[in-house]
């Protein structure tokens, strides 16, 4: 279980992290998310104590990090795969690190089978492919066995195979009872790796919820209608309150997409009305659009048009 | 405090150019002492004492190697990021810098015993086999300057790591623990005389600590072997305080 509470974060006169409050509870997997430049990679350093947080508390299992006497046995933490030294080989960066926390030396080529990288731990870092060093990173996460895991961006740079590894990984971590806290840019992949969701805008908290939750909150239920009566329909549908909007020409299109209606509904209303329906279905909004639309005046870095 | 020394020493072994430059640090006295050895004119003149005096000369060299490998030890940590790993790993910052002290500390006196010895028994034997008499004179200061040089080494190996705390930097960091006793103290001394500071030179700690390895002075603009080694100490671990200060104070 992690707290983090009322925690703030500034860099001179600029706030990276703001008053942010809100909770990892175990067995389920948390995606952590934010526009580049939220405070998403500096709330998991302030949450360790590497970057000193202005204000604000963070609790694991009810104790400050600082408090963990080892707290690799407590905390496993991927913060960035490319904090390795590039001159020592992959096994040899897990037993220092093994070390450090009184971790056996067997515990390491564990870790290293875990991850599929025991053939490759003698091989010095700096001939790693990025992927085989985000294996590494989750390997130093998962040497302590914790309770808790943290990762920012553990999907970077794998292969379609190493990201459903990934995934199936973290779900099976939370399924053992652990705290999952992962953030990610790939929302299509958080939308099924996490269950729950943190997120976050120029520091400050957005939302806290389930991922079904975020998407239902912040999309609009849309369907698609076609029937050679789709005028009456869309007659139907405006008298009931509900939104129509042509997919073409309206004089000619037998085709609208309904706003603010269930699906059950507008059938319902077409039964009535004696229309034959060719195609009704729901269009299903994304974890993308639903975070686009929220976080749209919180990002810090915005693209300019395609033209 | 065993843990965090353990994982120090692991990571000081498993950096190949650790080893090249401790080789580096272990062989150069010794390939100077036999060179001389061996093309020395008139070998028969020579003594143990000329073998004492030349290494406490150019094993000054293995100290600043030394230096800078420890100089690189810790610094390379911020450039590769690895201090996140170490800090997350140990969240207090201290118990790591005293590790990477104590490491530091055995592996410099171990390094310079070896680099000394070796180079003593290797320049005596081939003069010995030209000739010379190599048997220990009654003046001699074989100890003393075994002593002073492996004392010189561990002072100058917290001054490295003190700096490095402060600057995490590498190449700034060697640069600094380079140039201190070579351009710096002189700097110094040359600005405060010319100022009409006299005998400024005496409180110059680096210098005074290298001077000590081979001289036994007897006043003058020189500390004395204890005395500088005890300063320079002073000054070693004064900058490991300030470094291991800031470095708590500041974001990893």
């Known amino acids: 279980m992690i707290e983090v509470t009322a925690l703030t974060k500034r860099f001179g006169k600029h706030t990276a992290v703001d008053d942010l409050s809100f909770t990892v509870t175990p067995g389920r997997v948390t995606g952590f998310l934010g526009p580049n430049g939220s405070g998403k990679s500096t709330t998991m350093r302030c949450m360790v104590g590497l970057d000193h947080a202005d204000n604000g508390s963070v609790l694991f299992s009810g104790r400050p990090y600082r408090a963990l006497r080892r707290p690799i046995h407590e905390v496993g933490l991927l913060l960035d795969a490319g904090f390795v030294h590039p001159a020592r080989s992959g096994r040899n960066h897990l037993r220092w690190l093994a070390a450090s926390n009184g971790i056996p030396r067997a515990r390491v080529e564990e870790v290293l089978g875990l991850v599929g990288l025991s053939d490759v731990g003698g091989r010095r870092v700096k001939n790693y492919s990025l992927g085989m060093k985000q294996r590494l990173g989750l390997a130093a996460a998962l040497l302590g066995d914790p309770a808790t895991v943290i990762l920012d961006e553990p999907a970077n740079g794998l292969d379609p195979e190493g990201i459903r590894w990934i995934r199936d990984m973290l779900r099976f971590l939370a399924s053992e009872g652990r705290a999952v806290l992962v953030s990610s840019h790939q929302l299509s992949e958080m939308s099924l790796m996490a269950q729950d969701l943190v997120v976050i805008g120029r520091g400050h908290l957005i939302d806290q919820c389930t991922v079904d939750e975020f998407v239902r909150r912040n999309t609009t239920t849309r369907v698609r209608v076609r029937s050679p009566q789709v005028g009456e329909i869309a007659r139907q549908v405006r008298a009931a309150g509900a939104s129509v909007e042509y997919v073409g020409d309206s004089a000619v299109s037998d085709t609208v997409i309904v706003s603010g209606m269930a699906i059950v509904e507008i059938g319902e209303l077409a039964a009535e009305a004696g229309a034959v329906l060719h195609e009704l279905a729901e269009l299903v909004e994304s974890l993308e659009d639903a975070f686009l639309s929220v976080t749209a005046a919180d990002q810090e870095y915005r693209s300019g048009g395609a033209s | ?252």
């Open chain 2, 1 to 252: 405090m065993i843990d965090v020394i353990r994982s120090e020493w692991i990571k000081v072994r498993t950096v190949r150019t650790h080893w090249v430059l401790v080789i580096i640090a272990v062989i150069f006295p010794t390939v100077v002492a036999s060179l001389v050895g061996v093309f020395i004119p008139e070998p028969e003149t020579g003594s143990a004492n000329d073998i004492i005096s030349l290494i406490s000369g150019v094993a000054v060299f293995s100290v600043l190697l030394l230096a800078s490998l420890w100089a690189i030890n810790l610094t390379s940590e911020y450039s590769h990021n690895t201090i996140r790993v170490t800090y997350a790993a140990i969240p207090s910052r201290w118990k790591v810098l005293f590790a990477k002290a104590v490491v530091g500390t055995v592996a410099t006196a171990i390094v310079m015993s070896v680099a000394f010895w070796v180079a003593f028994a290797s320049g005596t034997q081939i003069l010995s086999a030209r000739g010379a008499d190599m048997s220990l004179p009654d003046d001699h200061d074989l100890i003393g300057v075994y002593l002073a040089l492996v004392g010189l080494a561990v002072i100058v190996s917290w001054f490295s790591l003190g700096l490095g705390a402060i600057i995490r930097n590498s190449p700034a960091t060697v640069v600094v623990v380079l140039l201190w006793p070579l351009l710096l103290e002189n700097l110094v001394t040359l600005a405060l005389s010319l100022a009409g500071v006299d005998s400024v030179g005496k409180w110059m700690p680096y210098q005074q600590a290298i001077a000590a390895v081979s001289d036994v002075p007897d006043g003058g603009d020189v500390l004395g072997r204890p005395a500088a080694h005890l300063y320079f100490g002073a000054v070693a671990l004064g900058l490991v305080v300030v470094g291991t200060v800031l470095d708590r104070r500041r974001d990893a």
